[in-house]
Structures are given as C-alpha cells and as structure tokens.
C-alpha cells in the first residue's frame, strides 16, 4: 500500500530512528535500569512566538508507558525561552529510560510538525484580523496527513479547513468554494448556475473569477447573474498576477459602486502572513492559504536527559536539572525555575504566577482532561488578542 507508517507501526516503535532500537538493546543486554528526567525544548524558533502543540498526539502514543509526563497547556503561545534567557521545556517525561527510548523520535514528530502548523496559522490569524481564513493545503502535503494538518491549521486560528476527513475529526463541515475544472468543464455562467441549483443551501455561493477574463468585469457579471451570491473567488495566475491588490481594491471599488457591498472577495494562491495584511487593507475579507500552511517550517524541538537517579547530567548546551514551569496570571509570561526554587511575583509585571506545568500521564495512565479542539482554539485566539492589546 502507500508508503506510510500505518498507527500500529508507530505504537511498536518502528517509525524510530534505529539508533534508538540500538541504544534500548544495549541498555536492556546491560541490565541498565535508570530513572531519568528527560525534557523537551525548542530554543531557536522561526519567529517572535512559537504554538506548543501535538500533546494529545504524544499521549496517545505514550498512554499505558511505565512513565510520568509533564507538560505546560496544549496551544500555550511561548518564545522558546524565558526572560533569563533559559529554554522553555514544554513536556519532560519522567521515568526508566529504556520504556520509551524507542518513542523520542515519533514524540518529537508529532510535536515539531503540529507546532509548526499551529504556528503559521496563529501568524495568519493575527494577519487576516477579523476576515475568514480556511486551510487549503492537504493538496500539497501527502494525504495521510490532511487531518492532521488540517487539524493544527483550525487550532491555531483557522476558521475552516478543506478536507473531508479533517473536517469530521474537527467536527466542522468542510470548506471551499470552486475549483477551475468546474469551470472549465461547464463554462463560466454555467458553472455558476448549477454550483447554485446543485450544492446545498448552507455552502457559500462563492464564484470563481479568474479563470479566462478580467477578474473585474467576471466578478460584475457574476454578481449580476447570482442574485444569492456570497462572494468571488480571485486565484489569479502568479502569471497575470501583477499588484494583487491593486486588483483586489479595483473589484471591490466595481462591485461597491453596482450596489453589491455584501459581495465578499476571497483571494487564494501564493499567500502568507507577509503579503495578507495588503491584500486585507484593499478589501479581500476571505483567504484560501495552501502551501505557506501546510508546509509551514516546524518548529524543532529535541529531547534531552537532563537527570539521570535525581543528578543534573545535562548534556553541552542544555541546562540540567528537574525544573518547574511557572506562569503569570496577569502578562502570561513563562518563567523556568530549577525545582528547589520558589518566586512569588512575576519577575515581569509583578503579577501573582501559578504552576504552568500539568501532570499528564502517571505511570502510563491518563490523570488530565483534555479540551476538545474548539476550547484549544478558543485558548490560542485568547492569547492572540492578549498579545495583540499588549502591542506584542
Ligand atoms: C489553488 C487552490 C488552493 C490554493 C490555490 C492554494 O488553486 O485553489 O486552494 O494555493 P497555495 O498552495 O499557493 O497557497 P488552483 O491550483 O488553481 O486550484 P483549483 O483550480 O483547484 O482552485
């Protein structure tokens, strides 16, 4: 079948890299038994803030260990270190090293890539402000993927995803408009036309107008002829493409002047977080983002043994030692304290702080409830606003 890892390959530790399956047999040949404290940290991110996302996955995977995992909040928005400059470990696992040698690889997977994409999509939420943005980038990522990725891409801010399988496991419907095959089978106005008599009700007229004429005159004739009409999609080819959003304000100035102001403009194809907030200002209120989502940069954590049998052994470049996880109630900062010691304000505003790292899993057994994915997304769009009122 296709070349992936079905989820009983994971679970038996064959997605591992074998340096792993080698360092657990020569432990398990030793009689090596060791107790350690093994904590994960992403200190170089891509951007001013990093999404810690992907825990749930992790559990799934780690549920039933011999192990102890800790963790801060899933979809907890953090800088990759605090303000002394010490890396944030946003899981630790605590236990008999050789019952989950095999899993640091599957472990840091699920992390790195859910960060990542959870990441970019909080980045575009913030960019597309208070417009639509749906995840349209399965189609460039291997399918086994797309509820996964689509998964992220909705709890990192957003509002729909395109897959049909990531759509159920988010509990949406999912989302779309058309595509240029419609039109090109049937033709324009009649693409238009049966997309309305045939789609239900619920599903946004949203017309595609870029296909073969001027996104300006299509976008007037479609209005005209769908009376119930949502929106006009433009996936203008980067080919005619020139100032995008100098079209974009040129469509919207045409449509608001015939009276079509409820007409939307959804743009698609190319988009980032970078060139959004222009196309934003010229009047597109919807967004279609693929490739900049889907394969967003992960956001590489690593895993380190930082106490072997209650001794710091941490290797160079890592700070060792069993730490707590602390966060201020008031400015949300993450403060990374060794286990012994204690603050009682936030070093920052000097707010009260509350312990920020949660018992997930004791000896294998779940002791946490998770949020279902729409209060994860709720927590991550609360942070953004924070961020954004604090001017960060
Ligand atoms: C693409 C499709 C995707 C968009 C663009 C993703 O358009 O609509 O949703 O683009 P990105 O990866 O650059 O962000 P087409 O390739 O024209 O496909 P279609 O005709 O199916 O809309």
Known sequence: ???????????????????????????????????????FTASDIPYEFAVFAGLEEAVKLLEGKEIDLWSIKEGTIFKGTDLNGIPIPVMAIEGNYVNFTIYETPILGFICQASGIATKAARLRIA???????????????????????YFAYMGGCDGVSSIKGAEIIKKEPKGTMPHSLIVLLGEENAWKSFDEIISQDVPRIALIDTYEDEKVTAIKA???????????????????????????????????????????????????????????????????????????????????????????????????KKKVLRCKNCLELVVLKKEDKISNCPVCGGETENFYFKILEKGKLIYKFPDIDEKRKYVLEQLERLRESGN
């Open 1 to 39: 079948m296709f070349f992936t890892a079905k989820d009983d390959d994971i679970k038996k530790g064959l997605t591992t890299d074998i340096y792993f399956k080698r360092t657990e047999e020569i432990l398990l040949k030793k009689n090596v038994s060791k107790n350690v404290w093994a904590e």
């Open 128 to 150: 597309c402000k208070d417009a639509i943005i749906l995840s349209f980038g399965i189609r460039r990522m291997h399918p086994a993927l797309a509820p996964f990725i689509d």
């Open 223 to 321: 209005a005209e002829i769908l009376k119930n009409l949502d929106g006009v999609r433009l996936d203008t080819p980067s080919s005619r493409r020139g100032n995008f959003a100098k079209i974009v304000r040129e469509v919207r100035w045409e449509l608001d002047i015939r009276g079509y102001r409820n007409v939307k403009i959804f743009v698609s194809g190319g988009l980032d977080e970078e060139i959004i907030p222009e196309l934003y200002s010229a009047g597109a209120r919807g967004f279609g983002v693929g490739t900049s989502l889907s394969n967003a940069k992960t956001i590489d954590y690593a895993m380190d043994i930082v106490e072997v049998e209650g001794k710091p052994c941490a290797k160079k470049g890592k700070f060792g030692g």
